[in-house]
């Protein structure tokens, strides 16, 4: 990728979503090792220090790009489904963005996604439990299991680099992954009614 051209005089402009966008960028294209400030930087056509106003360090930036991700998996959920359907949805949803940035998988399985921006993202999810008058915490149990079952998957699927199968591999990935979200919900569903 090469650096966003801009006129001489005027500086970039700068937000939060744009420095979260780059970041995935890079992480999609060279993998968390390449995700520098200094790169990040390049990317955007501007000093490395101007990254420092949004970000006080590479951490929060690898925080930043988890949560965007995660929230990127979640957006889409249908909130009239059953508590089953839904968390069957979130399920495929999760992996779907997951395979669709597979350099960024290790990251997401070494850095959580924040739990308040977490439990925000997760409401529509968690209100199908509260609807068919499951506790709580039983229903974070069901989804945080879900997630965790999708992203252990997916690193399995992808490695740490971010590896590419063939047809046959994708197949038996695909048959293995419903077939154990399905044991999965099944399972949740006659334990919680």
Same mark, same amino acid.
């Given at each position: 990728?090469?650096? =966003?051209?801009? *006129?001489?005089?005027?500086?970039?402009?700068?937000?939060?979503?744009?420095?979260?966008?780059?970041?995935?960028?890079?992480? @999609?294209? @060279?993998?968390? =090792?390449?995700?520098?400030?200094?790169?990040?930087?390049?990317?955007?056509?501007? %000093?490395?220090?101007?990254? +420092?106003?949004? &970000?006080?360090?590479?951490?929060?930036?690898?925080?930043?790009?988890?949560?965007?991700?995660?929230?990127?998996?979640?957006?889409?959920?249908?909130?009239?489904?059953?508590?089953? =359907? %839904?968390?069957?949805?979130?399920?495929?949803?999760?992996?779907?963005?997951?395979?669709?940035?597979?350099?960024?998988?290790?990251?997401?399985?070494?850095?959580?996604?924040?739990?308040?921006? $977490?439990?925000?993202?997760?409401? $529509?999810?968690?209100?199908? &439990?509260?609807?068919?008058?499951?506790?709580? *915490? @039983?229903?974070?149990?069901?989804?945080?299991? #879900?997630? #965790?079952?999708?992203?252990?998957?997916?690193?399995?699927?992808?490695?740490?680099?971010?590896?590419?199968?063939?047809?046959?591999?994708?197949? &038996? +990935?695909?048959?293995?992954?419903?077939?154990?979200?399905?044991?999965? #919900?099944?399972? &949740?569903?006659?334990?919680?009614?």
């Amino acid at each position: 990728m090469t650096p =966003e051209r801009r *006129r001489a005089g005027r500086p970039a402009v700068l937000t939060t979503e744009r420095i979260v966008a780059a970041a995935v960028g890079v992480l @999609d294209g @060279d993998g968390p =090792e390449a995700l520098t400030m200094r790169r990040l930087g390049a990317e955007l056509g501007v %000093a490395a220090m101007s990254l +420092y106003r949004h &970000f006080p360090n590479r951490d929060a930036l690898l925080a930043a790009v988890v949560n965007g991700l995660f929230a990127e998996a979640v957006a889409d959920h249908s909130p009239d489904s059953a508590w089953p =359907e %839904a968390l069957t949805e979130f399920g495929v949803a999760y992996r779907h963005m997951l395979l669709a940035h597979p350099r960024a998988v290790p990251l997401l399985a070494t850095h959580p996604v924040d739990v308040d921006l $977490g439990l925000e993202l997760l409401t $529509g999810l968690l209100s199908r &439990f509260e609807a068919a008058g499951i506790a709580s *915490r @039983d229903a974070l149990t069901a989804v945080q299991s #879900v997630g #965790v079952y999708v992203l252990g998957h997916a690193l399995a699927q992808v490695g740490t680099g971010g590896e590419t199968h063939d047809d046959a591999a994708q197949a &038996f +990935y695909d048959q293995w992954f419903d077939s154990g979200l399905i044991a999965m #919900v099944s399972g &949740f569903e006659r334990q919680l009614v």
